[in-house]
């Protein structure tokens, strides 16, 4: 894609030019404008900061990319709410849509809460990214929530801020899943407003903003680029303040301990420089990520058998594109579910048990 620069309404808007060179010991200087192209771990500014963002290019085919969009439509809940500034309103540049336990408030906007369960593949989508992008890279992964975002050309946009809202615990780390349309994340020092560098988000990719205090220290914002005119919707993964939740008598549950129907681990999982997966997850990273099973969204705990390559509980199905018979890698895939079934079910009560075996065998 050929660079461009990002322009925006806003005074403060910082030209941007492509500079992905490898940095050394991927430690960023933000007085030089910079725009992140390359997976890896990249810390900001002070290295004793504690800031830092990740970057996972590649980490869902464009195939599963779709299906999250279609599931994200099928929900019917995104809208373009009106912000309120000053005691006049104006419709924000975007539509959205907010799943958590509680209700999301911002700029006089009070979004209400949609049950998580009604997007079982957007949750299966963080317990993959939990289970191959954020443990191996010691990133904490208790979301509970996550915020949509579609910006449906490039004149949508979304405006420098925070997400500091009392509703988000400030110390978990804000990841980031994008769909549909590259666009580009403009973060920017909080104290040096003239300090920002570029992060390109393509389709499938992955971005955590972690460390701590970043919302405190950090802004970020997606900038207008009008030559844009295709789509990109965003999901935004969060965990809800406890105290808010104790506050509004709540309680919530992190979307990887959700009863799901699990998928395989991307292709080329974690980061550049990243520790070395276990051996079973190496086995199951080598395995064809192509589309999800389909998941029954009025019982999230109901899955339908697909034709995609995953696993349940009692067989192995495979994709008609896969060559018969399973190789190696996919036998040791099922022997390590068979065993991880296993050992839950040792250590499940029993009515968590039943819900997992109906019929108590």
Same mark, same amino acid.
């Given at each position: 894609?050929?660079?461009?620069?990002?322009?925006e309404?806003?005074?403060?808007?910082?030209?941007?030019?492509?500079?992905?060179?490898?940095?050394?010991?991927?430690?960023?200087?933000?007085?030089?404008?910079?725009?992140?192209?390359?997976?890896?771990?990249?810390?900001?500014?002070?290295?004793?900061?504690?800031?830092?963002?990740?970057?996972?290019?590649?980490?869902?085919?464009?195939?599963?990319?779709?299906?999250?969009?279609?599931?994200?439509?099928?929900?019917?809940?995104?809208?373009?709410?009106?912000?309120?500034?000053?005691?006049?309103?104006?419709?924000?540049?975007?539509l959205?849509?907010?799943?958590?336990?509680?209700?999301?408030?911002?700029?006089?906007?009070?979004?209400?809460?949609?049950?998580?369960?009604q997007?079982?593949?957007?949750?299966?989508?963080?317990? !993959?990214?939990?289970? $191959?992008?954020? =443990?191996?890279?010691?990133?904490?992964?208790? +979301?509970?929530? /996550? #915020?949509? *975002?579609?910006?449906?050309?490039?004149?949508?946009?979304?405006?420098?801020?925070?997400?500091n809202?009392?509703?988000?615990?400030?110390?978990?780390?804000?990841?980031?899943?994008?769909?549909?349309?590259?666009?580009?994340?403009?973060?920017?020092?909080?104290?040096?407003?003239?300090?920002?560098?570029?992060?390109?988000?393509?389709?499938?990719?992955?971005?955590?903003?972690?460390?701590?205090?970043?919302?405190?220290?950090?802004?970020?914002?997606?900038?207008?680029? !009008?030559?844009?005119? $295709?789509?990109? =919707?965003?999901?935004?993964?969060?965990?809800? +303040?406890?105290? /808010? #939740?104790? *506050?509004?008598?709540?309680?919530?549950?992190?979307?990887?301990?959700?009863?799901?129907?699990?998928?395989?681990?991307?292709?080329?999982p974690?980061v550049?420089?990243?520790?070395?997966?276990?051996?079973h997850?190496?086995?199951?990273?080598?395995?064809?990520?192509?589309?999800?099973?389909?998941?029954?969204?009025?019982?999230?705990?109901?899955?339908?058998?697909?034709?995609?390559?995953?696993?349940?509980?009692?067989?192995?199905?495979?994709?008609?594109?896969?060559?018969?018979?399973?190789?190696?890698?996919?036998?040791?895939?099922?022997?390590?579910?068979?065993?991880?079934?296993?050992?839950?079910?040792?250590?499940?009560?029993?009515?968590?048990?039943?819900?997992?075996?109906?019929?108590?065998?």
């Amino acid at each position: 894609m050929q660079d461009r620069t990002l322009t925006e309404d806003n005074s403060r808007s910082t030209r941007s030019r492509n500079n992905s060179s490898p940095l050394d010991g991927n430690v960023i200087d933000f007085t030089k404008p910079i725009t992140i192209t390359t997976p890896g771990c990249y810390v900001l500014s002070n290295p004793d900061s504690g800031c830092r963002i990740s970057l996972f290019q590649d980490v869902f085919a464009s195939q599963l990319c779709d299906q999250f969009s279609s599931e994200i439509e099928n929900t019917g809940t995104l809208k373009q709410y009106n912000s309120i500034h000053r005691q006049s309103q104006a419709p924000l540049p975007r539509l959205s849509s907010w799943f958590g336990p509680v209700d999301y408030a911002f700029s006089g906007i009070v979004m209400k809460a949609n049950s998580v369960s009604q997007c079982p593949r957007l949750i299966a989508a963080y317990q !993959n990214m939990a289970e $191959n992008l954020f =443990t191996p890279n010691n990133i904490d992964c208790s +979301s509970d929530c /996550f #915020l949509i *975002n579609q910006y449906r050309t490039g004149r949508d946009s979304c405006g420098e801020h925070s997400d500091n809202e009392p509703e988000v615990d400030l110390s978990k780390p804000v990841v980031t899943l994008s769909l549909g349309q590259q666009r580009c994340m403009l973060i920017r020092e909080a104290k040096n407003p003239g300090n920002a560098i570029t992060v390109q988000l393509d389709q499938g990719s992955v971005l955590v903003m972690h460390g701590t205090d970043f919302q405190k220290k950090y802004t970020h914002q997606i900038p207008k680029d !009008n030559v844009i005119t $295709n789509s990109r =919707t965003s999901v935004t993964y969060r965990t809800c +303040s406890s105290t /808010f #939740l104790r *506050n509004r008598s709540a309680l919530s549950t992190p979307l990887k301990e959700i009863s799901i129907t699990p998928i395989l681990a991307p292709k080329t999982p974690g980061v550049s420089g990243s520790p070395s997966l276990p051996l079973h997850n190496r086995r199951r990273s080598s395995l064809s990520l192509s589309s999800f099973s389909q998941v029954d969204t009025s019982s999230v705990g109901s899955p339908v058998a697909s034709s995609s390559p995953s696993i349940t509980s009692s067989k192995t199905s495979v994709s008609d594109s896969d060559t018969l018979p399973l190789s190696i890698e996919a036998m040791l895939e099922a022997i390590d579910l068979m065993k991880d079934k296993t050992c839950e079910k040792r250590t499940f009560s029993p009515w968590q048990h039943k819900l997992w075996n109906p019929s108590g065998l």
